[in-house]
């Protein structure tokens, strides 16, 4: 028996669609099976749910602080993720840049350099996207 989805899932997930859009979101529930399906609820009511759902924080200023903890764990697929994520959150290339800076003084230089070489291969993804127009 399923049931109904909570309050805070529902938040989550209204958070995560504005945050990394529907067509991301979509895939990962497209791709989620019985395997890792408690994995996606957990993520939705917990991270998105509980977290980014708070008020005190911006959700320009949680994307920024989520690149920069991606970042300084070395967490690849996360940093692409959440620096594409920034066309939804509103941080800038100059946000991400600043936070990565603060990853070089606090959590190294090798994992500041490799995050901005993350970085700059995204932007450079949505640079020719927007240049090659409408899909």
Request: glycine letters at 6%; charged letters at 25%.
């Amino acid at each position: 028996m399923q049931q109904d989805p909570s309050e805070r899932y529902q938040a989550g997930m209204r958070v995560r669609r504005a945050v990394l859009g529907d067509a991301h979101v979509d895939r990962a529930q497209r791709q989620s099976d019985g395997f890792d399906a408690p994995f996606q609820s957990f993520i939705t009511e917990g991270a998105w749910g509980t977290v980014w759902s708070r008020p005190h924080f911006t959700h320009r200023e949680r994307s920024i602080v989520t690149i920069a903890l991606l970042a300084a764990l070395g967490q690849d697929d996360e940093v692409a993720m959440h620096v594409r994520a920034t066309a939804n959150t509103g941080a800038t290339r100059e946000d991400v840049l600043e936070a990565l800076l603060h990853v070089a003084v606090y959590a190294g230089v090798p994992a500041a350099n490799h995050a901005i070489k993350i970085a700059k291969s995204v932007y450079a993804e949505i640079d020719k996207a927007a240049e090659a127009g409408p899909a």
